[in-house]
Nanobody
Framework: VQLQASGGGSVQAGGSLRLSCAAS????????MAWYRQSPGNARELVAR???????TYGDSVKGRFTMSRDIARKAAYLQMNSLKPEDTAVYYC??????????????RGQGTQVTVSS
């Protein structure tokens, strides 16, 4: 399974960025996709998770500002980030839980994309 994340960059506070993540490989189905982030000295933090039941879970610090969407056919997930704050600065990772064509399952993490928000 390969994950390709893109869309990070630098923006001023109050600005917006859109992250994208696409999974490829011997995937039968994508069960869950999620965005996490980690900044230096801090623990890994859930940003948003698209659950198998169709709901989305957001971290408390991003509720009302970030929106996660999925394109099931493309095995892709997107994270629209609005009203960005300096404390959103982190490396953002895309995680995906999949069922492979051999019926095994795995969880993979992308390489991360840097988001920097300046005040």
């Amino acid at each position: 399974v390969q994950l390709q994340a893109s869309g990070g960059g630098s923006v001023q506070a109050g600005g917006s960025l859109r992250l994208s993540c696409a999974a490829s490989g011997s995937i039968r189905s994508v069960v869950v996709m999620a965005w996490y982030r980690q900044s230096p000295g801090n623990a890994r933090e859930l940003v948003a998770r698209a659950n198998p039941d169709g709901t989305t879970t957001y971290g408390d610090s991003v509720k009302g500002r970030f929106t996660m969407s999925r394109d099931i056919a493309r095995k892709a997930a997107y994270l629209q980030m609005n009203s960005l704050k300096p404390e959103d600065t982190a490396v953002y990772y895309c995680d995906v839980g999949v069922i492979l064509t051999d019926s095994t399952s795995t969880i993979e993490r992308g390489q991360g994309t840097q988001v920097t928000v300046s005040s």
